[in-house]
């Protein structure tokens, strides 16, 4: 089992960066991809950007491409999102998630949810 806590949301001018961090207890920690997801009101959770096990791959949603940076310290437990430039767009509930057995891209592919972080970008 995996216990995964967000944290770090707030609110931000367009233009401006957040550092999001995901913290995780259970199971060992280098054993499993973790990803960030988002979901803003009436749109379906949608894939941000995912990292492997030992962190040496990662995957980005188009949307955040270059503008977002997914790392992890597994010697700490940690995930972070760095995000950068951002847009209103960007605004939704940002979740982290365990991936079992890998790092993809999609909901279902992921085991263990947190609660979420509101990020809000202003114009």
């Known amino acids: 089992q995996v216990h995964v806590v967000e944290s770090g949301g707030g609110l931000v001018q367009a233009g401006g960066s957040l550092r999001l961090s995901c913290a995780a207890s259970?199971?060992?920690?280098?054993?499993?991809?973790v990803g960030w997801f988002r979901q803003s009101p009436g749109k379906e959770r949608e894939f941000v950007a995912a990292?492997?096990?030992?962190?040496?791959?990662?995957r980005y949603a188009d949307s955040v491409k270059g503008r977002f940076t997914i790392s992890r310290e597994n010697a700490k437990n940690t995930v972070s999102l760095q995000m950068n430039r951002l847009e209103p767009e960007d605004t939704a509930v940002y979740y982290c998630?365990?991936?079992?057995?890998?790092?993809?891209?999609?909901?279902?592919?992921?085991?263990?949810w947190g609660q979420g972080t509101q990020v809000t970008v202003s114009s």
């Open positions: 998630a365990a991936d079992l057995h890998g790092m993809g891209s999609r909901v279902a592919e992921y085991d263990y």
């Open positions: 259970g199971r060992t920690f280098n054993t499993y991809g």
């Open positions: 990292i492997s096990w030992r962190g040496g791959r990662t």
